[in-house]
T-cell receptor, first 116, second 110 residues
Framework: GAGVSQTPSNKVTEKGKYVELRCDPI?????LYWYRQSLGQGPEFLIY????????DSGLPNDRFFAVRPEGSVSTLKIQRTERGDSAVYLC??????????????FGPGTRLTVL | RKEVEQDPGPFNVPEGATVAFNCTYS??????FFWYRQDCRKEPKLLMS???SGNEDGRFTAQLNRASQYISLLIRDSKLSDSATYLC???????????FGTGTRLTIIP
């Protein structure tokens, strides 16, 4: 079946601009996660959705970052007034969260964001 | 101190050799442990979960030592296709977010 998809695959923008990154999770997965991976580092947690609500947004670095999941499936990560330090690969993951333990998180291919 | 620490490598290992990676974690409340594999410019993929009793999947063996807060991965009879970055990952109880190490880069040399 289809895995997690993310669009665009690459995004180049100028400092100060607004960007939106989209994630389509695996069908039926109730949990959705956003991570950010900088060069030479492991992914860092940003935010986690259970259904439509953000269950944990403790990883969002500041108020320029915001994410939504209005219908409990597709999610959009929004970054305002982008800075060069926002350049990274933004990874989305989803899991079925059947309960009783940690379910495998399946990652999308990521969006490579470059802020000039 | 980082929550999950790994030797970033690189490890350059001849084909057929055995290689071991180690990882330490700082949060004693961590409940679940994993090794993920990440190929160059690709997304991370789950390699295996790690249990205190140890678990084996073919040429791969993972071990957890809760007392020392230490996780290991052993790869036997390494193949060229094992070349990748191996990420040590932990997860806290009731906490769905994954915490990743920086990854250990492995290159298998023909």
């Amino acid at each position: 079946g289809a895995g997690v998809s993310q669009t665009p695959s690459n995004k180049v923008t100028e400092k100060g601009k607004y960007v939106e990154l989209r994630c389509d999770p695996i069908s039926g997965h109730t949990a959705l996660y956003w991570y950010r991976q900088s060069l030479g580092q492991g992914p860092e947690f940003l935010i986690y959705f259970q259904g439509t609500g953000a269950a944990d947004d403790s990883g969002l670095p500041n108020d320029r970052f915001f994410a939504v999941r209005p219908e409990g499936s597709v999610s959009t990560l929004k970054i305002q007034r982008t800075e060069r330090g926002d350049s990274a690969v933004y990874l989305c993951a989803s899991s079925s969260l059947r309960g009783g333990g940690v379910d495998e998180q399946f990652f999308g291919p990521g969006t490579r964001l470059t802020v000039l | 101190r980082k929550e999950v620490e790994q030797d970033p490598g690189p490890f350059n290992v001849p084909e057929g050799a055995t290689v071991a990676f180690n990882c330490t974690y700082s949060n004693s409340a961590s409940q679940s442990f994993f090794w993920y594999r990440q190929d160059c410019r690709k997304e991370p993929k789950l390699l295996m979960s790690v249990y205190s009793s140890g678990n084996e999947d073919g040429r791969f063996t993972a071990q957890l030592n809760r007392a020392s807060q230490y996780i290991s991965l052993l790869i036997r009879d390494s193949k060229l296709s094992d070349s990748a970055t191996y990420l040590c990952v932990v997860n806290g109880f009731g906490n769905e977010k994954l915490t990743f190490g920086t990854g250990t880069r492995l290159t298998i040399i023909p």
